[in-house]
Nanobody
Framework: QVQLVESGGGLVQPGGSLKLSCAAS????????MAWYRQAPGKQRELVAL???????NYADSVKGRFAISRDNAKNTVFLLMNSLKPEDTAVYYC????????WGQGTQVTVSS
Protein backbone atom coordinates (compact mmCIF):
# COMPACT_ATOMS: atom_id res chain seq x y z
CA GLN A 1 0.00 0.00 0.00
CA VAL A 2 1.46 3.33 -1.09
CA GLN A 3 1.44 6.09 1.51
CA LEU A 4 2.23 9.75 0.87
CA VAL A 5 2.98 11.97 3.86
CA GLU A 6 3.17 15.72 3.30
CA SER A 7 4.74 18.09 5.82
CA GLY A 8 6.23 21.55 6.17
CA GLY A 9 3.16 23.73 5.99
CA GLY A 10 2.29 26.49 8.40
CA LEU A 11 1.34 30.12 8.84
CA VAL A 12 3.54 32.59 7.00
CA GLN A 13 3.32 36.29 6.23
CA PRO A 14 2.92 37.53 2.65
CA GLY A 15 6.30 37.53 0.96
CA GLY A 16 7.58 34.69 3.11
CA SER A 17 8.82 31.25 2.19
CA LEU A 18 8.08 27.64 3.06
CA LYS A 19 9.51 24.32 1.94
CA LEU A 20 7.13 21.38 1.76
CA SER A 21 8.18 17.74 1.81
CA CYS A 22 6.40 14.63 0.59
CA ALA A 23 7.74 11.30 1.80
CA ALA A 24 6.54 8.20 0.00
CA SER A 25 6.49 4.63 1.20
CA UNK A 26 5.32 1.48 -0.51
CA UNK A 27 6.50 2.57 -3.95
CA UNK A 28 9.61 4.00 -5.56
CA UNK A 29 8.64 7.48 -6.73
CA UNK A 30 11.67 7.78 -9.00
CA UNK A 31 9.67 5.58 -11.38
CA UNK A 32 6.98 8.24 -11.80
CA UNK A 33 6.37 11.83 -12.73
CA MET A 34 5.30 13.52 -9.51
CA ALA A 35 3.37 16.68 -8.76
CA TRP A 36 2.23 19.02 -6.07
CA TYR A 37 -1.44 19.94 -5.97
CA ARG A 38 -3.38 22.34 -3.79
CA GLN A 39 -6.98 22.82 -2.78
CA ALA A 40 -8.26 26.09 -1.42
CA PRO A 41 -11.55 26.31 0.49
CA GLY A 42 -14.49 26.07 -1.89
CA LYS A 43 -12.28 25.36 -4.90
CA GLN A 44 -11.26 22.29 -6.86
CA ARG A 45 -7.90 20.69 -6.38
CA GLU A 46 -5.38 22.05 -8.89
CA LEU A 47 -1.95 20.98 -10.03
CA VAL A 48 0.68 23.63 -9.27
CA ALA A 49 3.99 21.96 -10.13
CA LEU A 50 5.23 18.74 -11.66
CA UNK A 51 8.58 17.03 -12.13
CA UNK A 52 9.22 14.35 -14.70
CA UNK A 53 11.20 11.16 -14.20
CA UNK A 54 14.12 12.92 -15.84
CA UNK A 55 13.83 16.01 -13.67
CA UNK A 56 12.09 18.37 -16.07
CA UNK A 57 9.70 20.71 -14.30
CA ASN A 58 6.55 22.61 -15.17
CA TYR A 59 4.45 25.07 -13.20
CA ALA A 60 1.02 26.62 -13.15
CA ASP A 61 1.14 30.22 -14.32
CA SER A 62 0.03 31.39 -10.88
CA VAL A 63 3.20 30.07 -9.21
CA LYS A 64 5.76 30.27 -12.01
CA GLY A 65 8.92 32.02 -10.87
CA ARG A 66 7.99 31.66 -7.19
CA PHE A 67 7.75 27.90 -6.58
CA ALA A 68 10.34 25.20 -7.29
CA ILE A 69 9.69 21.46 -7.26
CA SER A 70 12.51 18.99 -6.75
CA ARG A 71 12.99 15.35 -5.85
CA ASP A 72 15.50 13.31 -3.86
CA ASN A 73 15.17 9.81 -5.23
CA ALA A 74 17.54 8.38 -2.61
CA LYS A 75 15.14 9.58 0.09
CA ASN A 76 12.01 8.79 -1.94
CA THR A 77 10.90 12.37 -1.29
CA VAL A 78 9.54 15.26 -3.34
CA PHE A 79 9.91 18.88 -2.26
CA LEU A 80 8.18 22.16 -3.03
CA LEU A 81 10.04 25.37 -2.24
CA MET A 82 7.62 28.28 -2.13
CA ASN A 83 8.90 31.85 -2.19
CA SER A 84 7.17 35.23 -2.32
CA LEU A 85 4.03 33.69 -0.91
CA LYS A 86 0.71 35.46 -1.44
CA PRO A 87 -2.60 35.18 0.44
CA GLU A 88 -4.05 33.42 -2.61
CA ASP A 89 -1.54 30.60 -2.09
CA THR A 90 -3.45 29.62 1.05
CA ALA A 91 -4.59 26.02 0.60
CA VAL A 92 -4.00 22.43 1.61
CA TYR A 93 -1.07 21.10 -0.39
CA TYR A 94 -0.78 17.50 -1.54
CA CYS A 95 1.69 15.51 -3.58
CA UNK A 96 0.85 12.63 -5.90
CA UNK A 97 1.65 11.14 -9.25
CA UNK A 98 0.79 13.10 -12.38
CA UNK A 99 -1.24 10.19 -13.77
CA UNK A 100 -2.74 7.04 -12.25
CA UNK A 101 -2.96 8.66 -8.83
CA UNK A 102 -1.94 6.98 -5.61
CA UNK A 103 -4.31 7.28 -2.62
CA TRP A 104 -4.18 10.87 -1.41
CA GLY A 105 -2.27 11.75 1.73
CA GLN A 106 -3.58 14.05 4.42
CA GLY A 107 -1.95 17.12 2.90
CA THR A 108 -0.29 20.01 4.68
CA GLN A 109 -2.00 23.34 5.37
CA VAL A 110 -0.36 26.50 4.11
CA THR A 111 -1.82 29.77 5.33
CA VAL A 112 -0.48 33.08 4.05
CA SER A 113 -1.72 35.95 6.14
CA SER A 114 -0.49 39.02 7.97
Amino acid sequence: QVQLVESGGGLVQPGGSLKLSCAASGSIISNYAMAWYRQAPGKQRELVALISIGGNTNYADSVKGRFAISRDNAKNTVFLLMNSLKPEDTAVYYCNRVNNLFPWGQGTQVTVSS
